[in-house]
Every structure is written in structure tokens, then in C-alpha cells.
């Protein structure tokens, strides 16, 4: 698949008149895209584990596990978010069935978050993404950056920044396009509502790219609290990550380390200007903003 998409603006998209089903909605980006959607005047469906209340949707409880909560998420939507399931190294098997069925139920466009580190047909997602335009005629497939807010949420390396000053990877002084959350919900809400479907993978990024010992400079400048960067070898990572998550989920995220060392994160694309109308949002601004300091 190619990384490019029509140029899209406020002023090609159609006005959406059925309903978009949120999966992960009280995710990360999820959430975020619902703020959007809601915003805008769409009709959103909020899907959680708990059905959770979120201002201006629908919500619903979704269990990725539990087809019988599937039903009521769909029912009468056309358009939906996939956020797939969390630390599941095989996605597919839970993901693709669903998709299917949404197909068979009326929704006729699909928009799935993915990551710039899972091409088509790689491992986990990839899969998922290998097969979705098979399933749909109108399709994207956003392939974000490592996200900036995992130095701010609840994240592993926020938490790790916040006990110990510390960013444990063993990513070396390789660079990433850090890409903002805010951002990634943007284009999200673009894909699922524009006119045109994208029908191609966008990958996502910020406007520069920083190795995680700029990361932990930019946060001890911010916070004005020292943080430091400590690498790690894959195995000394994979063992630390195996003890919070299935083995093979923690080999295949400090494989992403890995790849990381070896220059694959480091690129910076211009989709979320091209998207969205503006440019991205820098990490500096984001961590600025994500930490409750001026910028």
C-alpha cells in the first residue's frame, strides 16, 4: 500500500448522516476522536469494555471477547473506528470476524488504527490490515508514530519518568517521529467523514524527528525536573516488558526497540498537514501543553 491520500479540507467533506461507532473510546486516541466527532455534529456511538458515559455520544459496552456485545455497537452504524484490542499478539482472530459482521450490518466504511512499525501483512495488526480492503470499499488504515503522550499518560516510560526521572528503551540513539494524539484524532475524523475514504495506510508523524535522549531533554527543560535516558539491551528489555504482558507481546515491542536502533521510526511524513489543513503539532508544544507549562 502506498503512504499517500488525497488532499482533504472542511470544505470537500459531506455532511455525515448515519452513525460512526467508536471502538476504544475512552482510549487514548479514541477519546479523542469522539471529542472531534461530537464537535463537528456527527452522531457518534462510544464503544468501552464498561459502556462509560462520554459528553455527546452514544455509549455502549463493547468487549472485543464478547461477541454478544457486538449486536447493539453496530446497529444502525455506517461508519466505524477500529481500535484494536490491547496487547493481544493475534488481533486478527477477534478483529477480522467483527469486521465481517459490521460489513454484513450495513457499515460501509472502516477507518483502523494501526502503527507506523506493522506494514501490511506484518505481525499482529497487519494482518487485520492486509485484509480490510477486502472487506470494505471505503477504508483507511492510520499507521501513527510512537505516540507523545506515552512520556505523559499512563504509559510505562510516563510512569517510569514520574517515579524514577528515567526513559528505559533499548531504542539507542535512534530517532522517532514522535506524533501527537490530538493529531492522530484528526486525521481519524477526517477518514471517517470526508467525502472520499482514503482507501490507502497513512503513516503518522510529527514534524521532526528525536531520539529519546532529545526526548528526555525537551521533558527535564518542561518540567524542569532532571530525566534521563537509560538504554537497554532487547533482551534486558524484552524480559522487563514480559514480566506486565504476554512473552510474546514483550518480544514483539522491544523488537520494535530494536528496529527503532537500527533508523527504521526515523522519518517524518507531511500527512496531517495534507489531512487536516495544518501541521503537526512538535513535541516540545505537546509536552508543554500535556504538562500543564507554558510553552
Known amino acids: 500500500m502506498t503512504t499517500t491520500a488525497r488532499a482533504s479540507s472542511a470544505v470537500d467533506a459531506s455532511p455525515v448522516t448515519g452513525t460512526t461507532l467508536v471502538i476504544g473510546a475512552t482510549g487514548t486516541t479514541g477519546s479523542r476522536t ?7 455534529g ?14 455527546g455520544a452514544e455509549p455502549v459496552r463493547f468487549d472485543w471477547y464478547d461477541p454478544g456485545t457486538h449486536a447493539a ?25 467483527f469486521l465481517r459482521r459490521a460489513r454484513a450490518a450495513g457499515v460501509r466504511r472502516a477507518v483502523l488504527l494501526s502503527a507506523s512499525s506493522i506494514p501490511e501483512g506484518g505481525p499482529a495488526v497487519g494482518q487485520v490490515h492486509r485484509a480490510l480492503p477486502g472487506i470494505f470499499d471505503e477504508w483507511a488504515v492510520l499507521r501513527p508514530s510512537w505516540f507523545m503522550q506515552n512520556f505523559t499518560g499512563d ?24 506524533v501527537d494524539a490530538e493529531d492522530i484524532a484528526a486525521v481519524a475524523v477526517h477518514a471517517l467523514t470526508d467525502e472520499h475514504a482514503p482507501d490507502t495506510d497513512l503513516v503518522l508523524t510529527g514534524p521532526e524527528a528525536l531520539s529519546h535522549d532529545d526526548v528526555a531533554a525537551v521533558v527535564t527543560e518542561v518540567t524542569g ?16 516488558l514480559a514480566a506486565l504482558m504476554p512473552e510474546e507481546f514483550a518480544a514483539m515491542l522491544a523488537g520494535m526497540d530494536r528496529a527503532i536502533a ?11 498537514r495534507r489531512l487536516t489543513g495544518r ?4 513535541f516540545r508544544a505537546v509536552m508543554a501543553r500535556e504538562l500543564g507549562h507554558g510553552s
Do not use: C, M, N, Q
Request: net charge positive.
Open 42 to 55: 456527527h452522531a457518534v456511538r462510544a464503544a468501552s469494555r464498561k459502556g462509560t458515559p462520554v459528553a
Open 155 to 178: 504509559h510505562l516510560h510516563a510512569r517510569s519518568i514520574r517515579a524514577d526521572g528515567v526513559i528505559l528503551t533499548a531504542a539507542g540513539t535512534g530517532r522517532v517521529g514522535f
Open 262 to 272: 537500527e533508523g527504521a521510526e526515523d522519518r517524518v511524513t507531511d500527512t496531517v
Open 34 to 40: 469522539v471529542a472531534r466527532l461530537t464537535a463537528a
Open 73 to 97: 455497537a453496530l446497529d444502525g452504524a455506517d461508519r466505524v473506528h477500529v481500535i484494536p484490542p490491547v496487547g493481544d499478539p493475534d488481533p486478527a482472530a477477534v478483529v477480522l470476524p
Open 279 to 282: 501541521p503537526a503539532r512538535g
Open 225 to 240: 525536573r532532571p530525566v534521563v535516558h537509560r538504554p537497554l539491551s532487547y533482551e534486558e528489555l524484552r524480559d522487563r
